[in-house]
């Protein structure tokens, strides 16, 4: 198993800051967050067989330190349902990231299944001069950067903290439930609230978090996309 401190020291001696998706997603894991779970191909034909052995559907993205926002640069391709498929993809991905960023260093494709559907919600943290860290969760999907409906709290959290966030965004009545569907699932968010905030507190090497998005289900959740940025100052 990849330790915590193994993939920090990576980064750091490759001068980065920035963790892929799936190095987020193992420090996530090994914190006790579970996430969906997400491996590296680094060609074509290991990303058929892992989605072979995933199952369909898939979902492959690019897998690059450096490139930030993996679906505006065309690196993200949902429900796979065949091998062709997953390997159009994956020759599509390296096309569109060469295209847009030609000196992004790209280890190859992250591959997962493709989670159901559910409301799109993000949890992030970062780091106030004044406060240190403060939570935020938020609606998300388009909504997050439309609407900016947030909700902030400092670190660490009470539960009672977790409860007020998801009560206190305007939009809140959507996780009354997916497109008239039951009501989602609020005690595995504010879990999860209370699983990064216990994160940030416990450990140094975390300056910025995001969890975008979040699918919440009338049972459970799932953590489909991940963003750690490694804090800078000692
Ligand atoms: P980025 O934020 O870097 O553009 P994401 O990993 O968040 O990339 O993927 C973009 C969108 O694709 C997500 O907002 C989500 O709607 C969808 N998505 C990503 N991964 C999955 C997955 N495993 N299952 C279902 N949908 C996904
Ligand atoms: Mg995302």
Do not use: W
């Not at 993996?70 to 390997?87: E, F, H, I, P």
């Amino acid at each position: 198993m990849v330790t915590l401190d193994k993939i920090v020291d990576k980064a750091r001696k490759e001068g980065r800051t920035l963790l892929t998706e799936i190095e987020a997603k193992e420090m996530l894991k090994q914190a006790g967050i579970d996430v969906v779970e997400t491996r590296l191909a680094a060609n074509e034909d290991e990303a058929v067989s892992m989605s072979r052995e995933f199952g369909f559907p898939v979902v492959l993205k690019i897998a690059s330190p450096d490139v930030v926002h993996k679906s505006d640069a065309g690196g993200v391709k949902l429900g796979l349902k065949t091998s062709n498929q997953v390997a159009k993809a994956y020759e599509d991905i390296m096309k569109s990231i060469r295209e847009k960023y030609p000196k992004a260093k790209i280890q190859g494709a992250s591959v997962q299944k493709m989670a159901r559907p559910g409301v799109e919600v993000i949890i992030g943290m970062s780091k106030d001069a004044q406060f240190g860290p403060v939570i935020m969760f938020g609606l998300g999907g388009v909504m997050v950067e439309a609407l900016k409906d947030v909700a902030f709290r400092v670190a660490p959290l009470a539960e009672q903290d977790a409860r007020d966030m998801l009560d206190e965004v305007r939009g809140s009545a959507v996780l009354g439930g997916f497109r008239g569907g039951p009501p989602v699932d609020r005690s595995s968010l504010v879990q999860l609230l209370l699983r990064v905030s216990d994160l940030v507190a416990t450990c140094s090497h975390v300056g910025e978090l995001d969890l975008n998005p979040v699918l919440a289900y009338p049972h459970g959740l799932s953590v489909v996309d991940a963003r750690l940025v490694l804090e800078t100052r000692p």
